[in-house]
Each structure stands twice: as structure tokens, then as C-alpha cells.
């Protein structure tokens, strides 16, 4: 459609005094370029300067590292020798406490975000709930240490006194694993799990949500458009699009669990322990021995930080050397972690076709 | 009242004929009494329109017009907006859709929509043809490929697709992405296509191609088509619906929306003194 002609004659414009582009050549031009300078220079300065830092710390944690770094750190336990004190148990401990957290949150905190996204009508109680997801994410760690002592160990409790009643897997004669004749406790690897599940959730949920955020709707209403119901759009549509997003967001939120010693140090966890959840002590044992595999998530334990927070309190100076040592082990953890998270999302999106 | 000179109207694409008497056609659609509302506030009002089956009818229009608004309640698109509501009639082949007992999935496969930007999934030329079949519960991967074939011909992107249907959707250009979102469309075997301003983030030459597609449509399919574009309405559509301020003003035969309206605002919109 053709716009209708102006009434007024287009006036033109005079050109005025010639103006100069050399640089400089006005002084309020010179003073605000002298301010975007300063300004890229503070940027700068606060970048490399974090960036010394962590140099720094890395540095000296290694420098102070000699003496105990070395392969056999890794496959063996702990002892009160510091020339033979090793991180085995606290690897094992970590190892199952990440796998049943990421277990229990990322479902949970999936679909809680598809739920908050995609699914729930923009209520009162609903933005009640998107608010505070992130007042829940600043809640220090010990508060849901506190909070899983009460709930999960006391359930653990319970549990306990039923299992070691033998009544458990007897009923019905259905089952006969006899899982009582092996000693469960009640500051297990799974109430450690359901307890950072709690520490981690509210990162999850945030981050699977923002991803969700992100898909653009027209995507969501051709969908609909064309027949899909409101599961098919979000399963077949939704979903797949946001699946890089989510997966790596919640591999990285999932994984800050692994550097948490307080709410685990809250339920009881042990602190100077050689023993390995269900006497699992190499990935071999993972498939030749699936009773102990069954025992583990029921079994004591110890993780990472928890060792490294107790060997820096030795008062024996060797034993620097070895908290040391098992920081550069969790760092190398956390950084593998990473590293499949950017796998992960590279193979997500590649089944998109963007 | 001035008559406007029926040589300023554009030609129309081949299968368009802008005098037909459409009271000869059964009706496709029938909207009687529509008001729609945004919470409190109302964008139509008491809307009443008859859409002849195998046929284009344009909705034209200055913007917040209730073009679009009307567009979508046709398919139940407005459901999608929180405390939107809708009074009134809509009957699509008899059958009164704003019944609460309607299937909005079964409509939307019967009611197809094309929207004004292409919205290609992140997926195959192939999976996007055959998405609305799939979710459908089509599974027959034989039966999947005839159909997408045969809706890629009848959207004229066949020939420059055939060799890449497993490629990305999104590598395609604006034009032909457009033309997949109807095949899209098509795929779930609707009656009536409802376009959203179809052409208008298309180059001339695409949108070329887009109206002539039309124009062969129309012998099979309704098309209810929103458009901004004055020269495009008179070229595609058998009858022109102007809507100004959430009212539908006029209704006829394009040839005559276009020539000679009843109304003093439909001919000074269609000579484009205002809007």
C-alpha cells in the first residue's frame, strides 16, 4: 500500500560550517573518549586481576602438593600415615552421592520446570512459587543439612529398626534377598544423596527453566497449529529444542554437589574412614559384584571435600601435602564434569537441526 | 459517490475469479455475532461473516484492526491467550466451534494456519512435512513419504527439495520456508487454511510465487487470508471482508470491494487515504 503524500513541501536542510572529523578536534569529544579508555581499563584490570588470583591459589596448591602427589593417591584409602593417606574412599563416597543426586533431581527438577514453564497458568500461587525458587537457591547448604538431618536420616531411622526387624523383603516369601544379613545405617549415601538433591534443586529447576525460556514460541504454537496436543508439543518440540540448554545446565548445577562438605557433615557422614560404600572399590566390581552394588547406596560414607576439610586440620604439617593433593584430584573431577557437559550439549544439539 | 476505475486494480493470479457470485457456494464458515475480548477489553465487535467454500477471502485492514483476532478464533488460536474470551457463533462445516465439547486438536487438523514468519522446526524438510501426520499417529514410513511428497508438490517446492529432504528446515530461504509451512499444513488433510499474512516478510518474487500457490489452492481448499498488502488482496481473493476498529465494515465480491464499496470508509481505505 502506497502511504498517502505529505501536504507540507519537504524542506532541506542547510548545510552549516564544515565540520572536522579529525580525532580530537573537540574537547568534549576528547573527554569522553579518554572515559570509554579508563573504562575498558578498569574492565580489564578486574579480569586479569581474578584471573591472578586463581593462578595463585593453583599455584601454591600444587607447590604445596609435592610429597604426596602421585598415582597411588587415588587408589588408596586414607590413612593416618600421610605418606599412604589416599583419597579411594572419598572418590567412591562422591561418586555415589552425585549419581543418585543427579538421579533424584533431574527428574524432579525437569519436571518441575516444564511445569512452571510450560504447563501452569500464570496464577498467584504459581509466581509465588517462580519467586522463591530463587530465594531457595541462596539458602546456605548447612540449613538443607539441618533440614535433611530431621527428615531423611530420621526416615532412615525407621527404616533401620524395620530392616534389622527382618520383615522387609520376607513378606510374601516374594523376596529373598536377605539384605538384612548386611548392616544399613542411617547416615547413608542415599540420605547424603536426597539431601544435596534438596542443595542442588532449586539450581536445576532455574536452569532447566531458562532453557525452556529460550525455545521461541512460534515454535510451541506451530505446533499446536497443526494438530499436536499440548504433550506432543512439549515432548516432541519443546523438549529436543531446549535439550542442550538443559542438559548442560543441569550437569553443572548437579555437579557444584560434589564441593559440598557442610549439610553431609550435618547428617553424620564420616570423617576419618578407610571403608568404601559396599566394599565397592574399582569400577569392576560395579558388575561382578551387584549384591554390593545393591548394599552401597545404604552403606556409610565419606566424600571429597569432607577429606580435604579434615586433613587440613591435622596438626601434623605433612598432611598439607595431602589435603592438597586431593584438591587437585577434585578439581580434575569437577573439570571432567565440565568437559561432559560440553560434550553432552555438543551431541544435543547436533540431533537439532537448527 | 466516486467510482474508482476498475483498471487500477491489479490482474488477478490464474484461478481467481473477483466477480463470482459466491451466494451459489455452500459456506465453509460461518461466523455470526462474534465479540472477543482481552480481558476487559474488546477487539471485536459483533462480527458476522459467511466464508464460501473452495474460495479466498481476504480480511484487510489498518493494523489493531481485529483482522488477525478474527483469523484466530476460526481454529481456536485465541484459547493460547490467558483471559481472552469469546462471545458469539463460528460455524465451520455446521458444526458450532466455540462448543465446549469441540476437540481443539481435531479442529486445528481440519482448520490449518500459516503464519505470518515461517516457523520451520529445527528438523528435517521431511519431519517437518510429516509432523502433523506423525503426531496424528501416522507411523507408516511409506505412507509418511507419499504424503510428504505429495504436499511438497502441491506447495511448488518439490523440485527444489527433492534431492535434500533430509537436510535442515532452517537452511532453506524465507520463501521456500514459507512454502513448507503450507505443505506443513496441508500434510494434516485440512479443509480451510487460515494464512496469517502469509507474504509479507517475503521478497516480490517469493511472494510472487506464494499468490499464484494460492490461486491453485483455492480449488481445493478454503483460504481465509489477513493481509496488509491492498495490491495482494485484490490479486488472490474471490472476497474481501474490511475490518476497521474490531467492526467488520463491508463484505463483497473483491472486484467490487475494490471498484465500487458501499461504504465511504472501505473505498477511503482501498484508495489508501488513510491507513
Same mark, same amino acid.
Request: charge should be positive.
Given at each position: 500500500?502506497?502511504?498517502?503524500? &505529505?501536504?507540507? $513541501?519537504? &524542506?532541506?536542510?542547510?548545510?552549516?560550517?564544515?565540520?572536522?572529523?579529525?580525532?580530537?578536534?573537540?574537547?568534549?569529544?576528547?573527554?569522553?573518549?579518554?572515559?570509554?579508555?579508563?573504562?575498558?581499563?578498569?574492565?580489564?584490570? @578486574?579480569?586479569?586481576?581474578?584471573?591472578?588470583?586463581?593462578?595463585?591459589?593453583?599455584?601454591?596448591?600444587?607447590?604445596?602438593?609435592?610429597?604426596? !602427589?602421585?598415582?597411588?593417591?587415588?587408589?588408596?584409602?586414607?590413612?593416618?600415615?600421610?605418606?599412604?593417606?589416599?583419597? !579411594?574412599?572419598?572418590?567412591?563416597?562422591?561418586?555415589?552421592?552425585?549419581?543418585?543426586?543427579?538421579?533424584?533431581?533431574?527428574?524432579?527438577?525437569?519436571?518441575?520446570?516444564?511445569?512452571? +514453564?510450560?504447563?501452569?497458568?500464570?496464577?498467584?500461587?504459581?509466581?509465588?512459587?517462580?519467586?522463591?525458587?530463587?530465594?531457595?537457591?541462596?539458602?546456605?547448604?548447612?540449613?538443607?543439612?539441618?533440614?535433611?538431618?530431621?527428615?531423611?536420616?530420621?526416615?532412615?531411622? @525407621?527404616?533401620?529398626?524395620?530392616?534389622?526387624?527382618?520383615? %522387609?523383603?520376607?513378606?510374601?516369601?516374594?523376596?529373598?534377598?536377605?539384605?538384612?544379613? !548386611? $548392616?544399613?545405617?542411617?547416615?547413608?549415601?542415599?540420605?547424603? %544423596?536426597?539431601?544435596?538433591?534438596?542443595?542442588?534443586?532449586?539450581?536445576?529447576?532455574?536452569?532447566?527453566?531458562?532453557?525452556?525460556?529460550?525455545?521461541?514460541?512460534?515454535?510451541?504454537?506451530?505446533?499446536?497449529? !497443526?494438530?499436536?496436543?499440548?504433550?506432543?508439543?512439549?515432548?516432541?518440540?519443546?523438549?529436543?529444542?531446549?535439550? $542442550?540448554?538443559?542438559?548442560?545446565?543441569?550437569?553443572? &548445577?548437579?555437579?557444584?554437589?560434589?564441593?559440598?562438605?557442610?549439610?553431609?557433615?550435618?547428617?553424620?557422614?564420616?570423617?576419618?574412614?578407610?571403608?568404601?560404600?559396599?566394599? /565397592?572399590?574399582?569400577?569392576?566390581?560395579?558388575?561382578?559384584? $551387584?549384591?554390593?552394588?545393591?548394599?552401597?547406596?545404604?552403606?556409610?560414607?565419606? %566424600?571429597?571435600?569432607? +577429606?580435604?576439610?579434615?586433613?587440613?586440620?591435622?596438626?601434623?604439617?605433612?598432611?598439607? %601435602?595431602?589435603?592438597?593433593?586431593? /584438591?587437585?584430584?577434585?578439581?580434575?573431577?569437577?573439570?571432567?564434569?565440565?568437559?561432559?557437559?560440553?560434550?553432552?550439549?555438543?551431541?544435543? &544439539?547436533?540431533?537439532?537441526?537448527? | 459517490?466516486?467510482?474508482?476505475? *476498475?483498471?487500477?486494480?491489479?490482474?488477478?493470479?490464474?484461478?481467481?475469479?473477483?466477480?463470482?457470485?459466491?451466494?451459489?457456494?455452500?459456506?465453509?464458515?460461518?461466523?455470526?455475532? =462474534?465479540?472477543?475480548?482481552?480481558?476487559?477489553?474488546?477487539?471485536?465487535?459483533?462480527?458476522?461473516?459467511?466464508?464460501?467454500?473452495? #474460495?479466498?477471502?481476504?480480511?484487510?485492514?489498518? #493494523?489493531?484492526?481485529?483482522?488477525?483476532?478474527?483469523?484466530?478464533?476460526?481454529?481456536?488460536?485465541?484459547?493460547?491467550?490467558?483471559?481472552?474470551?469469546?462471545?458469539?457463533?463460528?460455524?465451520?462445516?455446521?458444526?458450532?466451534?466455540?462448543?465446549?465439547?469441540?476437540?481443539?486438536?481435531?479442529?486445528?487438523?481440519?482448520?490449518?494456519?500459516?503464519?505470518?514468519?515461517?516457523?520451520?522446526?529445527?528438523? *528435517?524438510?521431511?519431519?517437518?512435512?510429516?509432523?502433523?501426520?506423525?503426531?496424528?499417529?501416522?507411523?507408516?514410513?511409506?505412507?509418511?513419504?507419499?504424503?510428504?511428497? #505429495?504436499?511438497?508438490?502441491? #506447495?511448488?517446492?518439490?523440485?527444489?527439495?527433492?534431492?535434500?529432504?533430509?537436510? *535442515?528446515?532452517?537452511?532453506?530461504?524465507?520463501?521456500?520456508?514459507?512454502? =513448507?509451512?503450507?505443505?506443513?499444513?496441508?500434510?494434516?488433510?485440512?479443509?480451510?487454511?487460515?494464512?496469517?499474512?502469509?507474504?509479507?516478510?517475503?521478497?516480490?518474487?517469493?511472494?510472487?510465487?506464494?499468490?499464484?500457490?494460492?490461486?491453485?489452492?483455492?480449488?481445493?481448499?478454503?483460504?481465509?487470508?489477513?493481509?496488509?498488502?491492498?495490491?495482494?488482496?485484490?490479486?488472490?481473493?474471490?472476497?474481501?471482508?474490511?475490518?476497521?476498529?474490531?467492526?467488520?465494515?463491508?463484505?463483497?465480491?473483491?472486484?467490487?470491494?475494490?471498484?465500487?464499496?458501499?461504504?465511504?470508509?472501505?473505498?477511503?481505505?482501498?484508495?489508501?487515504?488513510?491507513?
Amino acid at each position: 500500500m502506497s502511504s498517502a503524500g &505529505s501536504d507540507t $513541501p519537504t &524542506s532541506h536542510r542547510l548545510i552549516s560550517a564544515p565540520v572536522s572529523f579529525v580525532s580530537g578536534a573537540d574537547r568534549s569529544i576528547r573527554r569522553r573518549l579518554f572515559l570509554s579508555r579508563v573504562f575498558s581499563w578498569i574492565c580489564r584490570f @578486574v579480569t586479569y586481576a581474578s584471573l591472578a588470583v586463581l593462578i595463585v591459589l593453583l599455584t601454591a596448591i600444587i607447590w604445596s602438593s609435592f610429597g604426596r !602427589l602421585a598415582f597411588d593417591f587415588v587408589y588408596s584409602t586414607n590413612s593416618s600415615n600421610p605418606k599412604n593417606a589416599g583419597m !579411594l574412599a572419598g572418590l567412591w563416597g562422591s561418586f555415589w552421592l552425585v549419581l543418585f543426586t543427579a538421579l533424584f533431581s533431574i527428574p524432579v527438577g525437569v519436571g518441575s520446570a516444564v511445569y512452571l +514453564e510450560e504447563i501452569a497458568k500464570d496464577s498467584f500461587f504459581v509466581r509465588l512459587i517462580k519467586t522463591n525458587l530463587s530465594n531457595l537457591a541462596g539458602v546456605p547448604s548447612i540449613v538443607y543439612g539441618i533440614l535433611g538431618y530431621t527428615v531423611f536420616r530420621s526416615a532412615a531411622a @525407621v527404616l533401620k529398626v524395620w530392616f534389622d526387624g527382618q520383615h %522387609a523383603f520376607n513378606i510374601m516369601g516374594l523376596f529373598r534377598l536377605r539384605l538384612h544379613k !548386611l $548392616p544399613i545405617y542411617e547416615d547413608n549415601i542415599l540420605v547424603g %544423596a536426597l539431601t544435596l538433591t534438596l542443595v542442588v534443586l532449586p539450581t536445576v529447576i532455574a536452569s532447566a527453566q531458562e532453557s525452556l525460556r529460550s525455545v521461541p514460541s512460534s515454535l510451541r504454537v506451530a505446533s499446536l497449529a !497443526l494438530g499436536a496436543t499440548r504433550w506432543q508439543t512439549i515432548w516432541r518440540q519443546v523438549i529436543p529444542a531446549a535439550l $542442550p540448554g538443559i542438559s548442560t545446565g543441569v550437569i553443572l &548445577s548437579t555437579s557444584r554437589a560434589i564441593g559440598e562438605a557442610a549439610p553431609l557433615i550435618m547428617l553424620g557422614a564420616l570423617t576419618i574412614t578407610t571403608m568404601v560404600p559396599g566394599n /565397592i572399590d574399582s569400577p569392576v566390581k560395579l558388575i561382578t559384584r $551387584p549384591m554390593q552394588v545393591l548394599h552401597a547406596p545404604l552403606d556409610q560414607f565419606t %566424600a571429597m571435600p569432607i +577429606e580435604i576439610y579434615d586433613w587440613s586440620r591435622q596438626t601434623d604439617s605433612q598432611f598439607t %601435602a595431602v589435603a592438597a593433593t586431593g /584438591i587437585i584430584v577434585l578439581l580434575i573431577v569437577l573439570l571432567s564434569i565440565n568437559a561432559v557437559a560440553m560434550i553432552v550439549r555438543h551431541y544435543a &544439539s547436533r540431533r537439532l537441526k537448527w | 459517490m466516486p467510482a474508482i476505475s *476498475s483498471k487500477s486494480v491489479p490482474p488477478s493470479v490464474a484461478g481467481v475469479d473477483r466477480d463470482l457470485d459466491m451466494s451459489a457456494h455452500s459456506a465453509a464458515i460461518q461466523a455470526r455475532g =462474534l465479540d472477543f475480548f482481552y480481558g476487559e477489553h474488546q477487539v471485536l465487535f459483533n462480527v458476522s461473516l459467511t466464508v464460501p467454500e473452495r #474460495s479466498v477471502t481476504a480480511l484487510i485492514g489498518p #493494523s489493531g484492526c481485529g483482522k488477525s483476532t478474527f483469523l484466530r478464533t476460526l481454529n481456536r488460536m485465541n484459547d493460547l491467550i490467558e483471559g481472552s474470551h469469546c462471545v458469539g457463533e463460528i460455524l465451520v462445516e455446521g458444526q458450532n466451534i466455540m462448543d465446549p465439547a469441540v476437540d481443539v486438536v481435531l479442529l486445528r487438523k481440519h482448520v490449518g494456519m500459516v503464519f505470518q514468519k515461517s516457523t520451520p522446526f529445527p528438523k *528435517s524438510i521431511f519431519d517437518n512435512v510429516a509432523y502433523g501426520p506423525r503426531v496424528a499417529g501416522e507411523k507408516n514410513r511409506s505412507v509418511l513419504a507419499d504424503l510428504v511428497e #505429495s504436499c511438497l508438490k502441491k #506447495s511448488a517446492l518439490w523440485d527444489e527439495v527433492k534431492d535434500r529432504l533430509t537436510t *535442515s528446515a532452517m537452511a532453506l530461504s524465507g520463501g521456500q520456508q514459507q512454502r =513448507l509451512c503450507i505443505a506443513r499444513t496441508l500434510a494434516t488433510n485440512p479443509h480451510i487454511i487460515l494464512m496469517d499474512e502469509p507474504a509479507s516478510a517475503l521478497d516480490p518474487a517469493s511472494t510472487d510465487r506464494i499468490e499464484n500457490l494460492i490461486g491453485e489452492l483455492c480449488a481445493n481448499y478454503t483460504i481465509v487470508i489477513v493481509t496488509h498488502n491492498m495490491q495482494q488482496a485484490s490479486r488472490v481473493s474471490h472476497q474481501t471482508a474490511f475490518f476497521y476498529k474490531g467492526i467488520l465494515v463491508e463484505t463483497g465480491p473483491t472486484m467490487k470491494i475494490f471498484t465500487g464499496p458501499s461504504e465511504k470508509q472501505t473505498e477511503d481505505y482501498v484508495t489508501g487515504r488513510f491507513g
